[in-house]
Every structure is written in structure tokens, then in C-alpha cells.
């Protein structure tokens, strides 16, 4: 029996996207998810399986973000040369994923682009650019049936209109939705930061007994899951605010 062409480097792809999940919502530790996105890179690439390389290239940027978000929440600012290296990584993903003509993989490299600008430089004016053009590929991603790529689309343009174009009532409705992906997809890993972000849009937009009753279940979720300590940090802070505003409203 042959192996059908490209199955090993998605294999290993698959595997590195469980440990930069596990990393990213448990351990912070990436090494795993490097390794085995740089072996499914190496593989494909001998094969020349563009899809599979495409794939790993993507991968490689998820991680590299992810090492730049766990500098950021230890208040360590990632240097010049770390968000280089992340937009280097996006930028070839974008463009392998061109020219296979995969959407859905296309508007991956482009959310992850709009990372590297909205995120780490905190220029919205940059990165709104790919992110709209993401969006515009969305409905791909979720039919690709990566739910958690099409939730994380939705999540960013709720960010955006939660804090740049300030329109709570659209942030709740893209938050919502991202939020409803994520419960499809029933890993409760990725569920709290959903949560957290949309009780933030609810307390926004004025609803603040709507906020908590989220933010509840978030931390709930986040403690129940063992998530990383910022990440129980930041739901149970976002749930304080929430009672304190709920006691003011009476």
C-alpha cells in the first residue's frame, strides 16, 4: 500500500498544530510545535508538495506569534528582529499559499500578516488591509473546516471594532460569532479567550449582567482547564470589572 502524496508532512502538521495549542493555552513552551512545523516544511519541500509546505510555513509564523505573545504578557516587548522574523515567516506563507490558489490558506497567511501589524506594532491602519481581505476569505476557512482559523478572523475585526472603529454592537455580533466557532469546534482550551472578549464587548456596549454571566463561565472554563496563568488572570480581572459595573448599575 503507497502513501498518498503529501499525507506525511500533514501528519506532522497536524501534530504541531496540538502542541502549539497545548503551548499556547498550557505550557508556553513552543519547542515542539517549531520542531515538528520545521520537519513538515523540510518534508514537503523535498516532495514538492506546495500545499504541505505552504501549510508548515503558515504553522512556523502561528508559532513564532505565539513565542512574541508569551514575551508580551511577561511585559517583555518582543525585539525588532523577533517581529521581523514573524512577518519574514507570514509573508512567504502568503505568498506559497498564492500560488497553490488555496482560499482558505491564503486567508490564513493574510490574518496572520494582520497579527504582525494590529498586534505587535499596533498599527491598525497596516494591518486592517489584510485583515479585511481575510475576512473576505472566511466563509473558506470555515468550510476548509478549520473553525478555529475562521473564529480567529472574527475575533481580531470584533477587536477592531471594539477598539478602533468603536462599534460595540458590531464587536458583540463578530465576537459572537467567533465565539459560537469555537464551541462547534469543542476544544474548551480555545473557549475562555472567546468569552473574555466578547463579555469586554458586551460591558462596551452597555450590557454589563450579559458581560459577567460570559466572563463567569471563562473563568470557570479557564481554571477547570488548567489554562496559563494570564490567561485565568485575565478572566477573572475582566469578571471584576464586569460585578463592579453590575453593582454600579444596581
Not at 506594532?121 to 478549520?146: H, I, K, N, T
Not at 458590531?170 to 459572537?176: D, M, S, T, Y
Not at 454571566?213 to 490567561?231: N, S
Request: include cysteine; hydrophobic fraction near 50%.
Amino acid at each position: 500500500m503507497t502513501t498518498p502524496p503529501g499525507l506525511p508532512a500533514r501528519a506532522l502538521c497536524a501534530a504541531a498544530d496540538e502542541a502549539l495549542t497545548e503551548a499556547s493555552f498550557l505550557t508556553a513552551d513552543f519547542a515542539e510545535a517549531e520542531r515538528l512545523f520545521t520537519e513538515a516544511r523540510d518534508l514537503a519541500a523535498r516532495d514538492g508538495d506546495l500545499d504541505g509546505e505552504a501549510l508548515a510555513i503558515t504553522g512556523l509564523g502561528m508559532t513564532r506569534h505565539g513565542r512574541n505573545i508569551a514575551l508580551l504578557v511577561d511585559n517583555a516587548a518582543p525585539s525588532d528582529a523577533d517581529v521581523a522574523a514573524e512577518e519574514e515567516l507570514m509573508r512567504r506563507a502568503l505568498a506559497a499559499w498564492q500560488e497553490t490558489g488555496d482560499a482558505a490558506g491564503t486567508a490564513r497567511a493574510l490574518f496572520g500578516l494582520s497579527l504582525v501589524f494590529q498586534v505587535l506594532r499596533r498599527d491598525w491602519d497596516a494591518g486592517m488591509p489584510y485583515l479585511w481581505q481575510a475576512f473576505g476569505l472566511a466563509e473558506a476557512v470555515e468550510e476548509s473546516g478549520d473553525l478555529y482559523g475562521a473564529s480567529e478572523i472574527h475575533r481580531h475585526l470584533g477587536f477592531y471594532y471594539l477598539y478602533k472603529d468603536v462599534r460595540a454592537k458590531e464587536a458583540v455580533r463578530q465576537l459572537g460569532h467567533s465565539l459560537a466557532l469555537r464551541e462547534r469546534l469543542g476544544d474548551l482550551r480555545r473557549v475562555p479567550s472567546a468569552l473574555v472578549a466578547l463579555g469586554q464587548a458586551e460591558l462596551a456596549a452597555g450590557e454589563p449582567r450579559r458581560a459577567a454571566e460570559f466572563l463567569y463561565r471563562a473563568a470557570e472554563l479557564a481554571r477547570a482547564g488548567g489554562l496559563l496563568p494570564w490567561r485565568i488572570r485575565d478572566a477573572e480581572q475582566t469578571l471584576a470589572e464586569a460585578e463592579a459595573a453590575v453593582r454600579a448599575a444596581g
